[in-house]
């Protein structure tokens, strides 16, 4: 099975700030990534999908990239509403896999 | 608009069985794949599998095949998770997800039910 590696485990950054997340795969998924985002108590919503698109109603401030094992998603100024866990997931290969998270929280 | 909703949070007992369901709407309900993904308490998303809502072939990841099954009931847009001999670490709450096209097994998901909750304990 791919292994999706995401880091950091927990990013604590304040509103406005740049987010960087990464995800690092155990073998190449060419651009086969999306990216969600969970609040708590509710399920996850896709957010990227084929490493760059933006999910409709995904608003601008959301961007992916990357290709193979890298990928990065970057939020380019956090709102209160980003803060949140986020999760990528490959479908180059099944099983289908997911990251193990990213947890966004305010400093 | 697209939704699936899904049953309610259930209650077993180590041994028992519990079936899930999520009903969809909003869409044709047989071009569309229903995932399935279960979620442990404070823990990531883990991968059941899928069943192919034109022919009703289910695909199980590994570690889910024996007493999962996936199912379908098309006249009410509805698919079904059935878990047999529950164990405490099946505990968990269970998505069904949309996945975003085709038939190749290989998704990304695009709406998601509520989540249901199964709790198994003594």
């Known amino acids: 099975d791919i292994v999706l590696t995401q880091s950091p485990a927990t990013l604590s950054l304040s509103p406005g700030e740049r987010a960087t997340l990464s995800c690092r795969a155990s073998?190449?998924?060419?651009?086969?990534l999306a990216w969600y985002q969970q609040k708590p108590g509710l399920a996850p919503r896709l957010l990227i999908y084929?490493?760059?698109n933006r999910a409709t109603g995904i608003p601008a401030r959301f961007s992916g990239s990357g290709s193979g094992r890298d990928f990065t998603l970057t939020i380019s100024s956090l709102e209160p509403e980003d803060y949140a866990v986020y999760y990528c997931?490959?479908?180059?290969?099944?099983?289908?896999?997911f990251g193990g998270g990213t947890k966004m929280e305010i400093k | 608009q697209v939704q699936l909703v899904q049953s309610e949070s259930e209650l077993k007992k180590p041994g028992a069985s519990v079936k899930v369901s999520c009903r969809a709407s909003?869409?044709?309900?047989?071009?569309?794949?229903i995932n399935w993904v279960r979620q442990a308490p404070g823990r990531g998303l883990e991968y059941l599998g899928w069943?192919?809502?034109?022919?009703?072939?289910?695909t199980y990841a590994q570690g889910f095949t024996g007493r999962f099954v996936f199912s379908l009931d098309t006249s009410v847009r509805t698919a079904y998770l059935q878990i047999s001999s529950l164990e405490a670490e099946d505990t968990a709450v269970y998505y069904c997800?949309?996945?975003?096209?085709?038939?190749?097994?290989?998704?990304?998901?695009?709406?998601w039910g509520q989540g249901t909750l199964v709790t198994v304990s003594s």
């Open positions: 909003g869409y044709t309900f047989t071009n569309y794949a």
């Open positions: 073998q190449s998924v060419s651009r086969s």
């Open positions: 084929d490493a760059s």
């Open positions: 997800a949309r996945g975003d096209y085709g038939t190749s097994g290989k998704y990304f998901f695009d709406f």
């Open positions: 069943i192919n809502t034109d022919t009703r072939n289910p």
């Open positions: 997931q490959q479908r180059s290969t099944w099983p289908l896999t």
